[in-house]
């Protein structure tokens, strides 16, 4: 299929989902966008965990601001609007999970009434994004959700990152 225009900057190539009510709808998302100091706000209608695989970018979410890179899931809460600037040229390419509500508090407990972000070590970080492949891949929704809730369960187990520790401001 043709790529869709994702919110106002970036195109989805791939989303899956099916009929029924899936947990996890999945996508490759590429964002275009050249350096520049202010961002339009955004929103999510529902928590995505954002894995970006290349380029990197900074995420604004009220007072706390997060260098994103290749190295980080970040999620974008639903009930925080966010600005996402990018300080080089090259914009980024991410996969992007998006959860249902109850999905993501099953899984991170307290942790899911925010955004948040973590770092992973070498180990955790190839599972992760293996299993946000296979979720990209995957024919079926329930195949689809259960590597999502795979991705979930690996975010986790990791320890959050302090905002200031990746801050870029």
Do not use: M
């Amino acid at each position: 299929p043709a790529p869709q225009r994702f919110r106002n900057r970036a195109h989805r190539a791939t989303l899956v989902h099916g009929a029924a009510v899936t947990l996890v709808e999945a996508a490759d998302v590429r964002c275009t966008r050249t350096a520049h100091g202010r961002a339009d706000e955004e929103a999510s209608d529902l928590p995505t965990l954002v894995l970006p695989r290349r380029g990197f970018f900074r995420y604004h979410a009220g007072r706390r601001t997060v260098l994103a890179d290749a190295n980080t899931a970040i999620l974008f809460h639903q009930d925080e609007p966010y600005r996402i600037v990018h300080p080089g040229d090259d914009g980024d390419d991410c996969t992007a999970l998006r959860f249902t509500p109850d999905a993501v508090a099953d899984a991170l407990g307290f942790a899911s009434e925010r955004s948040g972000a973590w770092t992973l070590g070498a180990r955790p970080h190839r599972a992760l994004h293996r299993s946000a492949h296979a979720a990209l891949a995957a024919q079926d929704a329930l195949c689809r959700d259960e590597h999502g809730l795979d991705v979930l369960a690996i975010i986790a187990r990791a320890k959050p990152v302090a905002a200031h520790a990746r801050d870029a401001a």
